[in-house]
């Protein structure tokens, strides 16, 4: 592999923040984007909605763009499409769910967008001129999700998206590592690798312990209405709601827009499965007795216009709190969530609902000993903490530098750096 071969990391968001996420790929005249999410606004940001990323790069070289490869379906990730598609109108490439839901997206967007939507399969690879892009299998708190092995002239960069290692996930098979570790053997360049649990010591627990613990507070609480809120992409965290539903014979109701729409678009592909007669519209919820009653809802983070916040203060068409009810806030707080969150757990309470929010919740990013398992596993060249605020992405590099990297190998960006790779160096350049 000649030194004269470089491929370029050009991040443009992600790396501040935990949200936000896009990367750019470049060798030659092609261009890869990973990811195109978005942020939430912080406390300061009065009268904004969403935060985008800039892709004026992307604009200015729009005939090298050969698509955007999307690794899962999460907002970080996948929510600046409708906006920088626009600008952007290049093919998009993602698994069977995280295409159902970003074509949902695009459906729902004020403008048109019409570019074209490709499903890749574990094990697809795709041609990009000059560069390759392979699928390949991780666990993630959304279904479907994906770490992509990026291959170049220079070499082999290998993006982990968001994920963990999960031995019993609720729907599909555990993260692929052999392949991770074929490709491993064979010589990576560099290992793009989420930072967002790298403070946190051992390993992130199996999803199917979350199951335990709706099991057991379903048990303690028959004779209550149960109010389940979450992230509506967490498809495996409501099927294991609706199965305790089911097991206790309560019926389901979905509220909130975007629980609404993932929840339909999971059952008609079969990521989500429930049994006939147990959804049932919210319209209908005062049909039935209130302890054979389970309501799932967005509002996990106190965001002030989902459906737990709108239950909250009262004005909810719908659903109102009743002293009795259980309220089981099933996240914990995004960095920087964690004011909207306590006054939305006060609230609650405040109308006599009991608030469960500790132990209900399992995070979908590994902590350290899987990121050091995937260092160990893959042994890249340089190690590039991604995904994160600046402390996450020093946890990342100080592992790295306990499991042996030579420091000058361990790289942390900012957003709008441009990092070139070779067999013989890295630097940052123009």
Same mark, same amino acid.
């Given at each position: 592999m000649s030194s004269k071969k470089i491929v370029k990391i050009i991040p443009l968001g992600g790396l501040e923040q935990v949200g936000m996420n896009i990367t750019a790929i470049c060798y030659g005249d092609d261009i890869i984007?990973?990811? %195109?999410?978005?942020? @939430?606004?912080s406390d300061d940001m009065l009268g904004i909605d969403l935060v985008i990323p800039d892709v004026t790069y992307l604009k200015e070289n729009l005939e090298h763009v050969r698509g955007f490869f999307i690794t899962h379906g999460h907002?970080? !990730?996948?929510?600046?499409?409708?906006?920088?598609?626009?600008?952007?109108?290049?093919?998009?490439?993602?698994t069977e769910l995280t295409l159902a839901i970003i074509a949902n997206k695009l459906e729902e967007s004020t403008v048109?967008?019409?570019?074209?939507? &490709?499903?890749? #399969?574990? *094990?697809? $690879?795709?041609? %990009?001129? #000059?560069?390759?892009?392979?699928?390949?299998?991780?666990?993630?708190? $959304? /279904?479907?999700? =994906?770490?992509?092995? $990026?291959?170049?002239? /220079? *070499?082999?960069?290998?993006?982990?998206?968001?994920?963990?290692?999960?031995?019993?996930?609720?729907?599909?098979?555990?993260?692929?590592?052999?392949?991770? *570790?074929?490709?491993?053997?064979?010589?990576?360049?560099?290992?793009?690798?989420?930072? +967002? &649990?790298?403070?946190?010591?051992?390993?992130?627990? #199996?999803?199917? +312990?979350?199951?335990? +613990?709706?099991? &057991?507070? @379903?048990?303690?609480?028959?004779? !209550?209405?149960?109010?389940? =809120? +979450?992230?509506?992409? &967490?498809?495996?965290?409501?099927?294991?709601?609706?199965? %305790? /539903?089911?097991?206790y014979g309560r019926k389901? /109701?979905?509220?909130?827009? #975007?629980m609404v729409n993932i929840v339909n678009t999971a059952v008609e592909l079969g990521y989500i499965k429930i049994p006939d007669n147990v959804l049932i519209p919210i319209e209908e919820i005062n049909r039935f007795p209130m302890e054979q009653l389970v309501l799932i809802m967005t509002g996990s983070q106190g965001e002030p216009m989902a459906a737990l916040s709108r239950v909250a203060s009262s004005s909810h068409?719908?659903?109102?709190i009743f002293p009795g009810d259980v309220v089981i806030i099933s996240s914990t707080p995004i960095p920087g969530n964690e004011k909207s969150v306590y006054r939305l757990i006060n609230d609650l309470s405040m109308l006599g609902a009991r608030v469960i929010y500790q132990d209900t919740h399992v995070s979908g990013h590994a902590c350290q000993d899987e990121i050091k398992f995937l260092y160990s596993l893959i042994r890249p060249k340089y190690a590039i903490p991604m995904h994160g605020e600046y402390r996450h992405r020093i946890a990342q590099r100080n592992l790295c530098l306990e499991l042996g990297w030579d420091k000058s190998n361990v790289i942390i960006l900012k957003s709008g750096d441009v990092l070139s790779l070779s067999s013989r160096k890295a630097e940052l350049t123009e």
């Open positions: 984007v990973v990811d %195109c999410g978005l942020a @939430f606004p907002e970080d !990730h996948i929510g600046a499409l409708p906006y920088v598609l626009r600008e952007v109108p290049v093919p998009v490439y993602g048109a967008v019409d570019v074209p939507l &490709n499903v890749v #399969s574990y *094990g697809d $690879i795709i041609h %990009c001129g #000059s560069l390759s892009v392979e699928y390949i299998r991780t666990n993630h708190s $959304i /279904a479907d999700s =994906a770490a992509l092995a $990026i291959t170049s002239p /220079a *070499g082999t960069i290998i993006h982990t998206g968001d994920f963990k290692i999960d031995f019993t996930p609720v729907y599909g098979q555990t993260i692929d590592l052999q392949r991770l *570790g074929i490709l491993g053997s064979k010589g990576v360049l560099a290992l793009l690798c989420d930072s +967002t &649990n790298a403070l946190k010591p051992g390993m992130t627990m #199996s999803e199917r +312990t979350v199951g335990k +613990t709706f099991d &057991n507070i @379903f048990a303690d609480n028959v004779n !209550h209405r149960i109010i389940v =809120a +979450t992230f509506a992409s &967490n498809v495996d965290r409501i099927q294991q709601i609706i199965d %305790c /539903a089911v097991k389901v /109701a979905i509220d909130g827009r #975007s068409r719908k659903i109102n």
